[in-house]
């Protein structure tokens, strides 16, 4: 099964200032039929569920705002959160979804 | 407008069993994927089960296997998971989810969750 490990546990940022959120799989992500990566990026928020913030490791979901972005390629991706809002402080995940076996990273805080 | 509505959390004593039920509407139910996701008190995501949209294949995480059970009823938009020999480690909140396209397993709805507390 793939494993999903991201990287800071936790962060502190001042607002207005770049996050940067980092997630690592155990194999590619590589989709050989669309050369795309299939990796997704959630925020949650406490007492909600998780909301989808990109897919295809970089397509961002209608509605999310341009100052997330995804990148990487293979087994190595990034979430960038380009100026901190404080409405941003929440825990995001990150999925890969090349398998039947879905997993998750174990999560990162995003704090002011 | 998708909506996902889960039931039948609670309170079950460790080796009892529960079934939780997710309620679907706004889309062509047996056209989806659907899938169980949860979340310990203070911890992670952690997937759970998927179901096909025919209900011929399921797939379930290591830490479920032979003992949760995903189905569902098309005819009633409504998908299962059985718990059984429940252990306190189960204690979470369920969510189900449902992806955007049939083939890709990304997840653009969500429940708001039912609790699920395995405790004597």
Redesign the interface.
């Known amino acids: 099964?793939i494993v999903m490990t991201q990287s800071p546990d936790s962060l502190a940022v001042s607002l207005g200032e770049r996050a940067t959120i980092n997630c690592k799989s155990s194999q590619s992500l590589l989709y050989s039929s669309n050369n795309k990566n299939?990796l997704?990026w959630?925020q949650?928020k406490p007492g909600q569920?998780?909301?989808?913030l990109i897919?295809w490791a970089s397509t961002r979901?209608s509605g999310v705002p341009d100052r997330f972005s995804g990148s990487g390629s293979g087994a190595d991706f990034t979430l960038t959160i380009s100026s901190l809002q404080a409405e941003d402080v929440a825990?995001y995940?990150c999925?890969q979804?090349c398998t039947?076996?879905?997993?998750?990273?174990?999560?990162t805080k995003v704090e002011i | 407008e998708v909506q996902l509505l889960e039931s039948g959390g609670g309170l079950v004593q460790p080796g009892g069993s529960l079934r939780l039920t997710c309620a679907a509407s706004g889309f062509i139910f047996s056209d989806y994927v659907m899938t169980w996701v949860r979340q310990a008190p203070g911890k992670g995501l952690e997937w759970v089960s998927t179901i096909t949209g025919s209900g011929d294949s399921t797939y379930y995480g290591d830490s479920v296997k032979g003992r949760f059970t995903i189905s569902r009823d098309n005819a009633r938009n409504t998908v299962y998971l059985q718990m059984n020999t429940l252990r306190a480690e189960d204690t979470a909140v369920y969510y189900c989810a449902k992806p955007p396209y049939t083939f890709y397993w990304w997840f653009d709805s969500w429940g708001q969750g039912t609790p699920v507390t395995v405790s004597s």
């Open positions: 099964d299939c997704a959630y949650q569920p998780p909301k989808l897919f979901e825990v995940y999925q979804y039947p076996s879905l997993a998750f990273g174990q999560g």
